[in-house]
């Protein structure tokens, strides 16, 4: 899978956190932060089907795709891909679905990713193979691009 901003790193990751004088922000991440510049591209982490475009709180302008064995969450977009407006559906891994923005409840430009699998929450860091912001760790080109399992296989 791709990661659905570049560069890509993690600034707030998935799992429990307290952010000081944020309550709002909530006690825990269920998917992880990709911090980018308002207008950036965002693209599909794989190919899948669009479920819906919506506005959803805190989220604010967020698509929801069905990708093969989850559920992918892109939220906080400025503008939503002309096509997927206009409603198609089906798309391709790496295709352009919209760009960062700040809607929803933000501190700052970034794109929210969460992934659902069997109706949980999953770190996605993992799956898209990307580090902490600052970590100084290299992700390489080949190993982003190599397919992952979500499940195993029976």
Do not use: W
Not at 23 to 41: E, K, N, R, V, Y
Not at 94 to 112: A, D, F, N, S
Not at 134 to 140: H, L, M, N, Q, Y
């Amino acid at each position: 899978m791709l990661p659905p901003v570049e560069p890509a790193c993690v600034s707030s990751p998935f799992g429990p956190r307290v952010l000081l004088n944020r309550p709002l922000a909530g006690t825990f991440h269920s998917g992880i932060d990709l911090p980018a510049s308002i207008g950036s591209p965002v693209t599909a982490v794989a190919p899948g089907t669009v479920i819906r475009i919506q506005r959803h709180g805190i989220g604010g302008l967020e698509i929801l795709i069905q990708h093969e064995g989850f559920i992918g969450i892109y939220s906080h977009l400025g503008l939503v891909a002309p096509m997927l407006a206009e409603g198609l559906k089906t798309i391709y891994g790496g295709e352009r679905i919209g760009t960062v923005g700040r809607t929803g409840l933000t501190y700052g430009p970034h794109l929210y990713f969460g992934m659902i699998v069997d109706g949980r929450s999953v770190d996605p860091a993992p799956y898209i193979n990307v580090v902490p912001c600052g970590s100084g760790a290299p992700v390489s080109q080949d190993a982003r691009i190599r397919p992952t399992r979500l499940f195993a296989e029976h």
